[in-house]
């Protein structure tokens, strides 16, 4: 099975800060990383997939970047309506598996 | 607008069986180009690819549950549903219904239902 590591698991940030977090596959993926948003009570919401391609009306404001084993999600200006939980998941190989988390909490 | 939204009941008793549907709204299942997957989540924990199916009834299920599940298609509804066998409370959990559009990853998931906690308890 192919193992994501996301890091750090808790992030502190204030609005307005440029944030990152780092994802890491136990073994090469290609391109193939999907990252998601989640609120508490609420399903995860796509917002990047195949690493760096947008979903459709998700906020300039996110970009990923990364190949192989190594990926980052990186919002450029962290808005209030961001702070959630943020997961990585690879999809290249079956079950799909998922990383194991990254809350953005406020400063 | 695709919507997707699960029903079943909260609460099963142990060694009893979860069945879960998950009803389509927006677009067909009988279309194809998606996999129609269930994921669900542990409480404050990370998330769980349990299987999916493809309108013509083709099944995947993860191996870590394969000899409980099964995941059937009514087309006729536009419904999917899941049966989990022999349940414990480490089955509790929120599950989650998704769609998988089929040319870009089987297990990307672009649409989501709102997620149902399941609670195993006697």
């Known amino acids: 099975d192919i193992q994501m590591t996301q890091s750090p698991s808790t992030l502190s940030a204030s609005v307005g800060d440029r944030v990152t977090i780092t994802c890491r596959a136990s073994?090469?993926?290609?391109?193939?990383l999907a990252w998601y948003q989640q609120k508490p009570g609420k399903a995860p919401k796509l917002l990047i997939y195949?690493?760096?391609s947008l979903e459709s009306g998700v906020p300039s404001r996110f970009s990923g970047s990364g190949s192989g084993t190594e990926f980052t999600l990186t919002i450029s200006s962290l808005q209030p309506d961001d702070f959630a939980t943020y997961y990585c998941q690879q999809y290249n190989s079956y079950a799909g598996t998922f990383g194991q988390g990254t809350k953005v909490e406020i400063k | 607008q695709v919507q997707l939204q699960e029903s079943g009941p909260g609460l099963v008793k142990p060694s009893q069986t979860l069945s879960l549907t998950c009803t389509v709204s927006?677009?067909?299942?009988?279309?194809?180009?998606?996999?129609w997957s269930w994921i669900r989540q542990h409480p404050g924990k990370g998330l769980e690819w349990i299987g999916y199916i493809y309108y013509s009834g083709s099944t995947y299920y993860n191996p870590s549950l394969k000899s409980r599940v099964t995941i059937s298609v009514d087309t006729s509804k536009n419904q999917f549903s899941l049966k989990l066998s022999s349940v414990t409370a480490a089955d509790t959990a929120v599950y989650y219904c998704?769609?998988?559009?089929?040319?870009?990853?089987?297990?990307?998931?672009?649409?989501w239902g709102q997620g149902t906690l399941v609670t195993v308890s006697s």
């Open positions: 195949k690493a760096s």
């Open positions: 998704a769609r998988s559009p089929h040319d870009y990853g089987d297990y990307l998931f672009d649409y």
């Open positions: 927006g677009g067909s299942i009988s279309s194809g180009g998606y996999y």
């Open positions: 073994q090469s993926i290609s391109s193939w």
